[in-house]
């Protein structure tokens, strides 16, 4: 090739290169600029969601929910749908995680699990599907208030999608909700291009998409989709009573195609269940809790029940429903009085048509059938999913006090179960305010001669979406706050995981909630094989701490522990402390105790105990600035050195020594050791350091008196530990 040609190829390159630069440009300057705007509010969206998730929520919510989800995700990259944990199922048991003969499973659908999956997959950041899913939602709302009206209405419902307070803070976290509401969502795009275009493959589009919203939230799609299933069946069997079966009409045709690729996806489901539960139509969550699905009457989970009546449910749902709609929905109630007026003017506008009057109407003179149909579907979802809603209690369970729109999940989340219900709001509370200054733009044109009334009303919808954009920061301001209260929270509390570079570590983990793991702390997710650098371990009795660390003999051992009481409120911090551990082990082992006295103390009492009946003890009269405690371990026996009084030790037990130091006041302070033993014969292991814990007025505070060497709760107060091996 000669130097000439190079050059020639060089600028065909160039040339071809800047033609398609032009052809795109072209294109874009050919869209609407209302689907260029939309395109922008949808970035904006799913960024400021990302952002809200990687702040607020790094180190996720309240709701312990989402580390059900995020486990779910890692064991779908790793190919499972269950987690073998064998024997050690107790001490690895998820929260939310049904245990199956050593094996573990989520009660949860995977669908929102395998989108949180495919973002880890490739990008190593679950929050991306979060961006993502919040993006496409208020790209359908555009859509979909596009199919109702116009464009402009489309454009204004994303916007007032994008400001519903429920949609920034739910989207942001990672539950089923809003992922679930976006293959409603498209499934009721597709269903309305169905229905214009008459293609056989938008059905297609739309029952895949509500089968998959099914397999994600069977209760929720079937709510969404019930208006959607009564037109179809009515257009079917109109079609079919109008032309005959043969040749099949269009209609039945595109329908049936729905109902088929749908109900691939209810089979999937099916499939699914009885794949981990053995049964196709036993759900997961039934076999976790059998009385937690819909209905009255006795409803159960774990150790939470309710006698669920209608008046319950009633009572329980309309505070759900008046939280939505003065509190989570665009702007509150008067988002929700824009709707309002919206559907009634929508309404009231096809009749003037029906009737002719319309005509020359200013207000939305391209109205069609299918707007029709899309106004009247959509308007449909309010009813089934607010009556569908009647009989599930776990609005109940969202709501804390009923009464307090503060208080249980409902404060910092929203009623999420009534997720849906924002489209319909967004969508004819646009429909509303576009209405309504096309209306007025005349008027402010006549007072504004330099104005068009056109221009008049786009500068009336924006002053009118600042306004709203206000009013729906001042509502989320609120549980944003709450929000951030436990990021602040758990942001102390995991300090000390966070700032430790795991390689080959088992951390044994405190179990506040009962024995679960990532219920509270959701950070602390294991790999799916059990496997990772880091491993998490409840700490629960000795002889499951020990069948532990038998199974892990390699690794670096720890203790997460915290001072404090560890409760749902964000202003009661806990101190961590991550301590390592390590087993001492031999024939005799020595320990000593020494604790600081304070001031005004007039005797101790030391006490050596065990899990059984035995007591050793001794009293020290008027000690010093310190109180030494000598005592020893063998395969038989543990003994207080000072009176050689002895308690026999189980093969697996816990050894207590407390030294409870007394003021002539009859005030106390205790120090309280508590170390995991396990006997060999005639050997003996100890994991060391024990627990320690300095209690005021009592010989036992658990968690909340637990020792920090660097920061005491008292002047005076010491708590130092030895043991020596003695063959």
């Given amino acids: 090739m000669t130097g000439g040609d190079s050059t020639q190829r060089s600028r065909d390159q160039r040339s071809d290169l800047l033609a398609r630069i032009g052809s795109v440009r072209d294109r874009l300057r050919s869209l609407p600029p209302e689907t260029v705007a939309v395109a922008v509010v949808a970035l904006g969206t799913g960024v400021a969601v990302f952002v809200l998730a990687s702040t607020v929520f790094e180190y996720h919510s309240s709701n312990h929910d989402e580390a059900v989800y995020l486990q779910q995700a890692a064991m779908l990259l790793d190919g499972q749908l269950k987690m073998a944990a064998g024997d050690l199922t107790d001490a690895f048991h998820p929260w939310f995680f049904i245990e199956d003969g050593g094996q573990l499973y989520p009660k949860y659908s995977p669908v929102p699990a395998a989108m949180y999956a495919l973002s880890m997959a490739l990008f190593d950041e679950p929050r991306v599907t979060l961006a993502v899913v919040a993006a496409a939602n208020t790209g359908l709302v555009y859509l979909l208030g596009t199919a109702v009206a116009d464009r402009r209405v489309g454009l204004v419902s994303s916007v007032l999608f994008a400001l519903s307070p429920m949609a920034v803070l739910t989207g942001a976290t990672f539950l089923p909700y809003a992922p679930t509401t976006l293959f409603n969502l498209i499934f009721a795009v597709a269903y309305l291009r169905g229905v214009k275009t008459g293609r056989l493959r938008w059905g297609v589009a739309a029952g895949t998409a509500i089968g998959i919203a099914f397999f994600a939230r069977p209760y929720t799609a079937v709510l969404f989709a019930v208006p959607f299933i009564l037109h179809a069946v009515y257009t079917a069997v109109r079609a079919l009573s109008r032309d005959g079966v043969r040749p099949l009409p269009a209609v039945v045709a595109r329908q049936g195609a729905t109902a088929l690729s749908g109900l691939v996806f209810v089979g999937v489901t099916l499939a699914y269940n009885a794949r981990l539960t053995g049964d196709p139509i036993r759900f997961p969550y ?46 509150g109630l008067l988002g929700t009085l824009l709707a309002v007026c919206g559907a009634g003017l929508f309404v009231r506008t096809w009749r003037r048509r029906n009737s002719g009057a319309v005509a020359n109407h200013r207000l939305f003179t391209s109205l069609s059938e299918l707007n029709l149909t899309a106004g009247t579907l959509l308007l449909g979802t309010v009813p089934t999913v607010v009556l569908g809603n009647v009989p599930f209690w776990g609005n109940y369970n969202a709501l804390g006090t009923l009464s307090d729109p503060t208080d249980g999940l409902v404060a910092q989340f929203g009623p999420f179960y009534h997720f849906d219900l924002l489209v319909p709001v967004a969508v004819f509370a646009a429909f509303a305010l576009v209405a309504g200054w096309r209306l007025l733009g005349p008027a402010l044109a006549a007072r504004v001669p330099a104005i068009s009334p056109q221009r008049a009303a786009v500068v009336g919808i924006l002053v009118s979406l600042l306004v709203v954009s206000g009013v729906s920061v001042a509502l989320v301001s609120t549980p944003l706050d709450r929000n951030a209260g436990h990021a602040e929270k758990y942001d102390i509390a995991y300090e000390p995981i966070e700032s430790t570079n795991f390689e080959n570590d088992l951390v044994f983990v405190p179990t506040p909630y009962g024995e679960w793991q990532n219920h509270p702390f959701q950070v602390f997710r294991n790999d799916p094989g059990f496997d990772g650098p880091v491993v998490y371990a409840l700490n629960r009795d000795p002889a499951e701490n020990f069948a532990v660390l038998d199974a892990y003999p390699d690794r670096e051992y720890h203790r997460y522990t915290y001072r404090g009481e560890w409760t749902p409120n964000p202003d009661n911090y806990v101190q961590p402390k991550l301590e390592s551990l390590s087993v001492r082990h031999g024939k005799t082992l020595d320990g000593k105790t020494t604790v600081g006295v304070p001031a005004r103390v007039e005797y101790a009492h030391v006490r050596l105990t065990t899990d059984g009946d035995g007591v050793a003890r001794y009293t020290v009269d008027d000690p010093s600035e310190s109180v030494a405690t000598a005592w020893s371990l063998t395969g038989q026996e543990a003994t207080l050195a000072a009176t050689g009084e002895s308690v026999p030790v189980d093969e697996t037990d816990t050894v207590v020594v407390t030294v409870t130091l007394v003021q002539p006041d009859g005030a106390t302070l205790t120090y309280r050791q508590e170390a995991t033993v396990r006997t060999m014969g005639d050997r003996v292991e100890v994991i060391w350091p024990p627990e320690r814990m300095v209690c005021p007025l009592t010989t036992d505070c658990g968690l909340e008196g637990t020792y920090l060497a660097d920061e005491t709760q008292f002047d005076g107060v010491g708590f130092k530990v030895t043991l020596e091996a003695r063959e």
């Fill in 286 to 331: 039934e076999e976790f809790a059998p009385l937690d699905g819909p209905g009255f009457g006795r409803r159960r989970i774990l150790g939470h029940s309710l006698e669920y009546t209608p008046e319950v449910a009633l009572r329980a749902n309309g505070f759900a429903v008046r939280y939505l709609t003065t509190r989570w929905v665009v702007a």
